[in-house]
């Protein structure tokens, strides 16, 4: 009776430990395969600011057509998978886990055929598990992007058949769990509006993950007529309501019914570029090719030109954006202070935390990661007072 009682009082102590409101926040850094290469190897394994992530996803994997899986860089794979110390080895001496995953917006088009047959779940599955084993991961995130989207191979099946393929590979994860006696996640990352979770029965696939990373950046681009932010907490002033990081929070746990501690909203380490245009909701002609390398730009990149730009701040939006008169351009950026705001925000509402694309953005030359810095020290402590 004595040890019945004892039990009981440790299990409401770990309960009551774990919903402190000083219990930290989680802090997700997606880490491309790819980026071994990138600025003379800048952001290897070695230097990657542990402390301050609770998850690293390893991006990407992809599946096969026959649900075998393969990396998006076979090169990056081998120095940081089998490399040792390996990132799973560096992360988990830190007491970060490290997630698997899968697909991107380029590497999405084999999983409407993987996910249409038991078959073939059961051999992706299998694949992922394997994986899990070889590499030392802590779980699997799907990012899917889109079911049910045509120019990805897309069908109306892939809305039933998306639920099926979480299921099974949670199912398998639960057995191999059991068989090690150990956890491991499940999470997938989602579109942030109406529009790219058509293909999804959202309540259902909410009950199989464990957490959902909800992408809310990108809301605005150059694939849009006129210039607006990528990721605004609020809309701006005449924006669409629907297109900033509130409104996909408030669809997911008001629309949904989703409990917000299951939710991780997305902040970007990069922005985008608006040619011939230097105000907001005005017409541009396209991505900045000349002064940026890329489709988007990372912040280590922003920081380089902002000597050539005056920088604004959209009170409404609660995000900053810079206009270079010279360059004829618009910059859509988030910095230290939006970021601190979205880190508020889920403070305010209870948000489980924050994933980031990508956490090399913010790295800069002389190892200071200035966004990152940022969100850790709202969210590692969430009892801080506001600045």
Same mark, same amino acid.
């Given at each position: 009776?004595?040890?019945?009682?004892?039990?009981?009082?440790?299990?409401?102590?770990?309960?009551?430990?774990?919903?402190?409101?000083?219990?930290?926040?989680?802090?997700?850094?997606?880490?491309?395969?790819?980026?071994?290469?990138?600025?003379?190897?800048?952001?290897?394994?070695?230097?990657?600011?542990?402390?301050?992530?609770?998850?690293?996803?390893?991006?990407?994997?992809?599946?096969?057509?026959?649900?075998?899986?393969?990396?998006?860089?076979?090169?990056?794979?081998?120095?940081?998978?089998?490399?040792?110390?390996?990132?799973?080895?560096?992360?988990?001496?830190?007491?970060?886990?490290?997630?698997?995953?899968?697909?991107?917006?380029?590497?999405?088009?084999?999983?409407?055929?993987?996910?249409?047959?038991?078959?073939?779940?059961?051999?992706?599955?299998?694949?992922?598990?394997?994986?899990?084993?070889?590499?030392?991961?802590?779980?699997?995130?799907?990012?899917?992007?889109?079911?049910?989207?045509?120019?990805?191979?897309?069908?109306?099946?892939?809305?039933?058949?998306?639920?099926?393929?979480?299921?099974?590979?949670?199912?398998?994860?639960?057995?191999?769990?059991?068989?090690?006696?150990?956890?491991?996640?499940?999470?997938?990352?989602?579109?942030?509006?109406?529009?790219?979770?058509?293909?999804?029965?959202?309540?259902?696939?909410?009950?199989?993950?464990?957490?959902?990373?909800?992408?809310?950046?990108?809301?605005?681009?150059?694939?849009?007529?006129?210039?607006?932010?990528?990721?605004? $907490?609020?809309? @701006?002033?005449?924006?669409?309501? &629907?297109?900033?990081?509130? *409104?996909?929070?408030? /669809?997911? %746990? #008001?629309?949904?019914?989703?409990?917000?501690?299951?939710?991780?909203?997305?902040?970007?380490?990069?922005?985008?570029?608006?040619?011939?245009?230097?105000?907001?909701?005005?017409?541009?002609?396209?991505?900045?090719?000349?002064?940026?390398?890329?489709?988007?730009?990372?912040?280590?990149?922003?920081?380089?030109?902002?000597?050539?730009?005056?920088?604004?701040?959209?009170?409404?939006?609660?995000?900053?954006?810079?206009?270079?008169?010279?360059?004829? $351009?618009?910059? @859509?950026?988030?910095?230290?202070? &939006?970021?601190?705001?979205? *880190?508020?925000?889920? /403070?305010? %509402? #209870?948000?489980?935390?924050?994933?980031?694309?990508?956490?090399?953005?913010?790295?800069?030359?002389?190892?200071?990661?200035?966004?990152?810095?940022?969100?850790?020290?709202?969210?590692?402590?969430?009892?801080?007072?506001?600045?």
């Amino acid at each position: 009776m004595q040890t019945s009682a004892c039990r009981t009082v440790l299990l409401i102590l770990l309960l009551t430990a774990g919903s402190s409101p000083a219990q930290r926040k989680e802090i997700i850094g997606y880490y491309p395969s790819w980026k071994w290469n990138s600025r003379n190897g800048l952001v290897s394994p070695a230097v990657i600011p542990y402390e301050r992530l609770t998850i690293i996803n390893y991006a990407f994997f992809s599946p096969l057509p026959d649900g075998r899986i393969a990396g998006k860089d076979t090169t990056g794979d081998r120095l940081y998978l089998r490399t040792h110390p390996t990132l799973t080895e560096l992360a988990h001496r830190h007491g970060v886990r490290v997630v698997l995953s899968f697909g991107g917006w380029e590497d999405s088009d084999n999983f409407p055929a993987v996910a249409s047959t038991p078959l073939l779940r059961a051999a992706f599955a299998h694949s992922c598990t394997d994986a899990l084993r070889e590499y030392g991961f802590d779980g699997i995130d799907i990012d899917w992007e889109y079911p049910g989207f045509a120019p990805h191979k897309g069908t109306d099946a892939d809305r039933e058949n998306f639920t099926l393929l979480l299921q099974t590979l949670k199912d398998s994860l639960a057995t191999l769990g059991k068989s090690g006696g150990r956890t491991y996640l499940l999470t997938a990352a989602v579109a942030a509006g109406p529009t790219g979770l058509a293909g999804i029965d959202v309540g259902r696939v909410a009950q199989i993950l464990d957490q959902i990373n909800v992408m809310t950046y990108d809301f605005y681009g150059p694939w849009d007529p006129t210039a607006n932010h990528n990721a605004p $907490l609020y809309p @701006s002033e005449g924006a669409d309501t &629907s297109r900033c990081v509130d *409104a996909a929070f408030r /669809l997911f %746990h #008001n629309g949904y019914g989703i409990p917000s501690s299951k939710i991780n909203l997305g902040v970007p380490f990069y922005g985008h570029t608006y040619t011939n245009c230097r105000s907001l909701s005005a017409p541009h002609t396209g991505p900045d090719t000349t002064h940026f390398s890329r489709f988007g730009a990372f912040y280590y990149d922003i920081v380089g030109v902002m000597d050539s730009c005056t920088r604004h701040w959209d009170d409404r939006a609660q995000v900053p954006y810079l206009v270079s008169d010279a360059w004829n $351009l618009l910059i @859509s950026y988030d910095d230290v202070r &939006s970021i601190s705001a979205k *880190a508020h925000y889920v /403070l305010d %509402h #209870n948000v489980h935390g924050l994933i980031i694309w990508e956490i090399t953005g913010d790295y800069l030359p002389d190892g200071s990661t200035p966004l990152l810095d940022a969100i850790d020290a709202l969210l590692r402590s969430p009892t801080n007072e506001r600045d």
